[in-house]
């Protein structure tokens, strides 16, 4: 699906978007007073409008409708089947939505698979994982060899969800049950699409670079009108009074490593305009969905496992352009990595 095609045209707010603009404002009206965001993150996640990791509901209701008629629709949560299917699809879904509680040994930091596929890998244009399964296995320039879901699995662990700093030190051994419950998963989201097809809605749409470029001075101001209520100011997320997180954090220790999709620009700048801010997807102009991409994607975070001489060898072997990894910014050079 070409952007100008997937885009509704800018200029002018359609009454959802209006709507969606009003929620905001009142959201972040409740947030400023502080405890408010407390109470927010409880009663969201106890009516399942947040997950554990800040996953929530799609809102393809909220987009034209001959746009949603389009994506694939996956089976409601209600059609889950009794039996030991059910019971693996139920645990491969627990996995995906609460993945550091549900995997430990191999989680290291603080963020789940639905920290970046949302509605719990239902959402459209947010890496949904009924796209992502039927077109598996597949070859990926990444690794330069033909993966199988479970190898993409293994590669989300090792980067996404920084393994080399979990209890293991690294993630799931191949042929682990957590593989195979997540595959269940995947496979019943994808009941009734077409294997081997590249879905409209798969992956996160394709963002054309700006006649600006991106700058992360830009993407701070950016940032702060429209991320921060949520992720905080300093990028950590934010958790609730029992101590939940509800937004995860965005760099730092607790955040992906230099390895993972998400670190480059370009990847965080289509899903931004795509998903974020949370629920109003869309509504940030391509320049500032770049701009806010290079100011996340230019702040430390755990180094890149791949990683074995120095960082300018490793940018060399494993980093394109649109990364800030290997790069000096404001007199500190990107990649040395976070502790924990």
């Known amino acids: 699906m070409k952007q100008n095609e997937r885009r509704i045209v800018e200029g002018g707010d359609s009454p959802q978007q209006r709507k ?12 400023a007073g502080g405890a408010g965001l407390f109470v927010l993150g409880s009663i969201a996640f106890d009516l399942g409008i947040l997950g554990d990791d ?3 509901p799609t809102n393809s209701s909220e987009r034209e409708s001959d746009m949603a008629a389009a994506y694939f629709s996956p089976p409601a949560e209600t059609s889950i089947p009794d039996g030991p299917d059910g019971d693996a699809i139920r645990r ?15 989680v290291g930091n603080e963020l789940s698979c639905a920290s970046c ?12 994982m009924w796209a992502a399964y039927v077109i598996y296995p ?3 320039s990444k690794n330069k060899q033909i993966n199988t879901m479970e190898d993409r699995l293994r590669g989300c662990f090792t980067y996404s969800m920084n393994g080399q700093d979990s ?13 195979k419950d997540l595959q269940m998963y995947f496979h019943w989201l994808a009941s009734g699409a077409p294997v081997g097809e590249s879905l409209p809605g798969q992956g996160y749409p394709e963002l054309e670079k700006t006649a600006l470029g991106y700058d992360p001075q830009r993407g701070a101001q950016v940032y702060e009108q429209n991320c921060a209520a949520c992720h905080g100011s300093n990028g950590q997320g934010q958790r609730d ?3 939940k997180l509800v937004f995860p954090p965005l760099w730092g220790p607790n955040s992906y490593n230099w390895g993972a999709g998400m670190a480059r620009v370009n990847t965080a700048a289509s899903f931004i305009k795509a998903n974020m801010p949370m629920g109003q997807g869309g509504t940030l102009t391509d320049q500032e969905a770049w701009d806010a991409a290079a100011f996340i994607d230019s702040q430390e975070r755990p180094r890149d496992p791949r990683q074995t001489g120095s960082v300018a060898d490793n940018a060399a072997a494993n980093h394109g352009q649109d990364t800030y990894y290997g790069k000096i910014v404001e007199g500190r050079l990107l990649g040395t990595g976070t502790g924990r």
Do not use: W
């Not at 969606?20 to 947030?31: N, P, S, V």
């Not at 509605?119 to 890496?127: I, M, Q, T, V």
């Open 20 to 31: 969606a603009g009003d929620g905001a404002k009142r959201a972040i009206l409740a947030l």
């Open 54 to 56: 800040g996953s929530h």
């Open 92 to 106: 491969g879904m627990a996995l995906f939505v609460n993945t550091k509680t549900n995997a430990a040994d191999f």
């Open 117 to 128: 596929h949302l509605d719990k890998g239902r959402e459209p244009n947010s890496a949904p």
């Open 138 to 140: 597949k070859y990926r």
């Open 167 to 179: 209890p293991s030190g690294g993630p799931p051994p191949a042929g682990h049950p957590i593989y």
């Open 241 to 243: 009074l029992n101590g």
